[in-house]
């Protein structure tokens, strides 16, 4: 009888029901263990059989991590398995967060936001092909960035934050989590929290690794303080097909204005670097300022200060400038 | 098991070598503590401190007040390259043993240059300034007082040997972190070939696969050797009966007594009148004032 051998490596598929259970499982499998949350990222890696965990957790029937509620200090509550669908149809998100409703929207197709989870979207895995394609690369484990090489294609890779590893970090929705200051709930034996643009890591810190989740930990929720609630937002992707597609540059902004003026504003950027950048010199900039086209164009250039890029990727730096003119000039009067 | 190699597949399929296992920087560690722990327990049922209190033998004349051991150049070398391989060493392993240090290639990187240039700094200073062959020759001197120092380590009736400026022990530790130090250098360089520094282009392809697992197995074992040199130096180096090698390191000489004690004056001679001749040409006399002798 004929075998089949092709087919994606056996695993346990362990389905709890409790963010308890779910944890105690995670530590006790430790880093044989994969976290399956919307599957979308998963199933690209388990087919390509590149990763091959021993033990699946699907987190799908655990309802606390489901839904959007009201938190007592104010603000929302998103448990990480809330489906991009829901986040971005969500009323109050629509109407008071609107820059994360925009984002989630931007991200692939219907399908796909429907499937896809909150939490899933800003734990996902860089996009990087030689990486996804199983080359042993740092971030795999190895010696050697594929991406960075003199004839390498890196069209998509980043213009800053490299340290040997050259990916970006795909999500749509990290901009704007950090953008509304948002924190990250991690469940491990124990609770911790993690501002947004904190819970992203760069490879100078974990080049295995593109957030802070380490094996053993949960994200469950997504709190937005409602601090930056009716703010003037903005939020912009760019991307080489109309849908259905990674960004190459994504730029998210939260402006709180008096008048012409801006009071205080966050503005973060993603595509340009392993990890989503808020551009923090940018914000200092712009705070208290009108928003002519001088402040818009010294945001931008601001924004790309040392920025370097790769052989096929310098269409980003300009990219990234004229985001973060638009998103200032997004607020001009 | 211990692993003591990482393997990896390349993209064309081979089976390729990537570096040392992190088995291996545990079982130094694990290595380091019980050498550390046996050996002051085994120092202690030896009673060697009864040997050093034998071996006080008379000073002999003219010996100063304090015998200048190591120049000021010396002495800043030495403290340069234990501040860059305790840098070297942290941003090396600590990452791996789960400990987050941000920027931890640059920090690497940085301190290794800085190693080199020390590296380069002592050789031009020991060549030009210091008693460089005396150090580095192999007489028949040398083998002699290694084999007065194994009969002493495994007879408790045999006394210590006294050796010159450079006793057999250090000189045999010295040759150690050379071998080590060379191996991490050289390697270190060619892999930083391979991220963004101000030296070089990066080029991932410089050397093959293969070749570049090499590079980064050697670069492993070196510093897993350094986890056992620099944690035995450290010892040493706190040890109540060392202490003095320490404090030379820190003031740069050791007293009349300490001389006495542990150094052969014939292997190491020194007198006022070189001391005087010394303090009045600074560094540049340290060749003359503290050459071994032995082998010279």
Known sequence: MATMKDMIAPFDLVQPTTIEDAVDILRDAGDEAWVLAGGLDTMDWLKDRIKRPRVVVDIGAIEELRGIREAEAGGLEIGAMTTLTEVANHARVRSEFSVLATAAEHVATPQIRNQGTLGGNVSQDTRCWYYRSGWPCYRAGGNVCYASAPLAMNREHCIMGRSRCVAVNPSDTAPALIALDARMVVQSPRRRMYEAEDFFIGPSVDIERMTVLEPGDLLTQIYVPDFWANSSFYFEKVRDRGSWDFQLVSVAAAFRMSGNTIEDARIAVNGVAPYPVRLDAVERLVRGETPTETVQNAAGDLAVQGARALRHNDYKIPMMRNLVRRAVRSVAA | ?296
Request: no cysteine; proline share 5%.
């Open chain 2, 1 to 296: 098991m211990i692993e003591l190699w990482r393997r990896t597949q390349n993209p064309w399929g081979q089976d390729i070598l990537i570096g040392v296992s992190w088995d291996l920087m545990w079982t130094a560690v694990v290595l380091a503590a019980l050498f550390l722990v046996g050996h002051a327990v085994w120092y202690r049922m030896r009673g060697f401190s009864a040997h050093a209190a034998e071996a006080a033998a008379p000073v002999p004349a003219g010996v100063p007040a304090r015998v200048q051991r190591h120049s000021l150049a010396a002495r800043i070398f030495h403290w340069s390259m234990s501040a860059a391989m305790l840098t070297l060493l942290i941003t090396a392993f600590v990452p791996v043993m789960g400990l987050e240090i941000p920027a931890w290639v640059t920090i690497h990187w940085i301190a290794g240059v800085v190693l080199i240039a020390t590296v380069i700094y002592h050789i031009i200073h020991a060549i030009g300034w210091q008693d460089f062959w005396s150090m580095m020759s192999f007489g028949p001197n040398f083998f002699r007082e290694g084999a007065a120092q194994m009969k002493h380590l495994v007879s408790s009736k045999a006394p210590e040997p006294k050796g010159g400026k450079y006793p057999f022990d250090h000189r045999m530790y010295h040759h150690a972190v050379i071998v080590a130090s060379l191996a991490a250098i050289v390697t270190g360089v060619i892999m930083m070939m391979r991220i963004d520094t101000p030296f070089f282009t990066r080029d991932p392809y410089l050397v093959s696969d293969e070749t570049a697992g090499i590079v980064f197995a050697i670069h492993g074992v070196a510093g897993v050797l350094f986890i056992l040199l620099i944690a035995s130096h450290i010892y040493f180096a706190l040890r109540p009966d060392k202490r003095w090698l320490l404090w030379s390191m820190v003031r740069g000489w050791v007293s009349r007594d300490v001389y006495a004690t542990h150094f052969d004056p014939k292997k190491w001679p020194v007198t006022e009148e070189e001391a005087s001749r010394k303090s009045a040409s600074g560094a540049l006399a340290d060749a003359a004032v503290s050459a071994p002798k032995e082998d010279a």
